[in-house]
């Protein structure tokens, strides 16, 4: 423990509290006010979410979230705020409440942050967590990988696709480990390593010398097949302590020239044509995206390199149709099977897995239209023959359910029709009824008119004769 008086203007705040600073300098002291709960810490890239009240050392308040009504949130250890904050919040537990003494050198040092903050200012701040949680690192932010970093790597640069990585990883499910290995492989090789896809996602957000903690949704982990080998159930969240010892990225498409583009155009193709062969139609279609990336806007080409990198993107778009088809995806299938078109417009498998794309969406006319194309250019494919045959089957079908289901709304409509026109009928008859009763009742009421008058008229005369 520490303490200091540090006056100002005639006022103080006493300074006490320990000192959190790495370099032990004295540069931020914490003084804990409530005492948190639980034994867990934020860390590095963990979001937590705070309430705070910061003065100066005279007492004067610069700056306050609960003024705001909004807790402030951040992202520990990422430079979002000042250095002091960092190191403090990184020491305390959900509910706790303390005290920073930040020195200039944490703060905003001798620039100060006017109008509010004077130069070299020592500045005090009454910090409340609130909760935190592990960082989401999935392009969608769908929460199926979030990262929780252990010790915070070197550098800027993070492993790319194809990039050979040396990892150190241990895979844990409700607390058993299954999967404990120190293994060397190119990102996208994870499959024949039986590393789930969220392994090697992970691992291209990792710096060198990270080591962090994983949990892993089961989009992202070994989904609803599970693991036998690993004995993990279909649907099992999956957690993941990740060591990237070293890697070295592979080339991007901009760093190199086109010869070399080519080249690694054919090994990737055979890579990606291997794994088709064994059934991994992912690992497939990510080797066959590359090729894509690569060669689909180099515009440079010329003769034989031109003729060469327009098979390689025909082979690829037509190797991705496959792949997707085999996934069950139809939608990339069709992107696919329309980009080799634009490369060769009568290709034949082209023009079929168009063809069988559409079946599956059940655009049956328009997959019909593909397998009689492909009839046309190539009379002998049996097999656009057959699915000719199959869409008709399934068109007609679709005229028999339609025509039933039109027929039905007709007997419908011509029910209501007819409901409608007895409810009519109905109140026609019930207002022709209303109408005889009232001229009934008239006819009473005159009756009785005529009654009245004609008994006063017999009264008149009864009076002129008494007269």
């Known amino acids: ?138 392009e969608d ?14 550098g800027y640069t993070k492993p790319n696709e194809g990039a050979s990585v040396e990892v150190h990883v241990e895979g844990n499910y409700e607390g058993c480990v299954f999967d404990d290995r120190d293994l060397k492989f190119d990102v996208g090789d994870g499959d024949s390593l039986d590393l789930p896809p969220g392994v090697e996602k992970a691992l291209q957000a990792m710096e060198q010398g990270e080591e962090a903690l994983f949990t892993i949704k089961p989009k992202y982990g070994f989904g609803n097949a599970g693991h036998a080998k690993f004995n993990i159930p279909p649907g099992a969240t999956l957690q993941y302590k990740i060591k990237l010892t070293a890697f070295e990225k592979a080339k991007e498409s ?92 009568n290709n034949e498998k082209a023009l079929f897995r168009r063809g069988e794309a559409l079946f599956v969406m059940k655009e049956f006319d328009r997959a019909k239209d593909d397998f009689q194309h492909v009839i046309q250019l190539y009379p002998a494919n049996k097999a656009a023959k057959s699915q000719v045959l199959l869409c008709q089957k399934h068109i007609k079908e679709q005229h028999e359910k339609d025509k039933r289901l039109y027929a039905n709304m007709f007997q419908k409509f011509a029910e209501r029709d007819a409901k409608k026109e007895v409810e009519q009928a109905t109140k026609e008859t019930d207002s022709a009824m209303d109408i005889e009763e009232n001229a009934k009742k008239e006819a009473v009421q005159a009756k009785k008119g005529t009654d009245s008058a004609m008994e006063v008229e017999e009264n008149g005369a009864q009076e002129q004769t008494a007269a």
Request: glycine share 10%.
């Open 141 to 154: 932010e769908d929460g199926g990988i979030i990262r929780r970093i252990v010790t915070k790597g070197e």
């Open 254 to 345: 901009w760093e190199m020239n086109t010869s070399e583009k080519l080249e690694q155009s054919v090994i990737i193709k055979e890579k990606g044509t291997q794994y088709f062969k064994d059934g991994k139609y992912k690992q497939a279609a990510v080797q066959y995206k590359r090729i894509v990336s690569w060669l689909e806007h180099e515009s440079s080409l010329q003769g034989e390199e031109e003729e060469k990198a327009k098979a390689l993107r025909l082979a690829a778009h037509l190797n991705l149709s496959m792949c997707y088809l085999k996934l069950q995806e139809p939608n990339p299938a069709l992107e696919n099977c329309d980009k080799a078109l634009e490369l060769d417009a």
């Open 1 to 138: 423990m520490t303490a200091e008086e540090v006056a100002n203007d005639g006022n103080s705040i006493p300074m006490e509290g320990e000192d959190i600073t790495p370099k032990k300098d004295g540069g931020v002291l914490k003084l804990v006010k409530k005492e948190g709960t639980g034994t867990e810490l934020p860390m590095t890239g963990d979001k937590v979410f705070v309430h705070y009240v910061g003065t100066l050392l005279d007492g004067t308040q610069f700056d306050s979230s609960r003024d705001r009504g909004e807790k402030f949130s951040f992202e520990l250890g990422k430079g979002q705020v000042i250095k002091a904050w960092d190191i403090g919040v990184a020491t305390m537990r959900v509910g706790e409440i303390c005290q920073l003494f930040c020195k200039p050198m944490y703060a905003y040092g001798a620039a100060g942050s006017p109008p509010k903050i004077p130069p070299n200012a020592t500045l005090v701040f009454q910090v409340e967590l609130f909760e935190f949680h592990g960082e989401d690192i999935t």
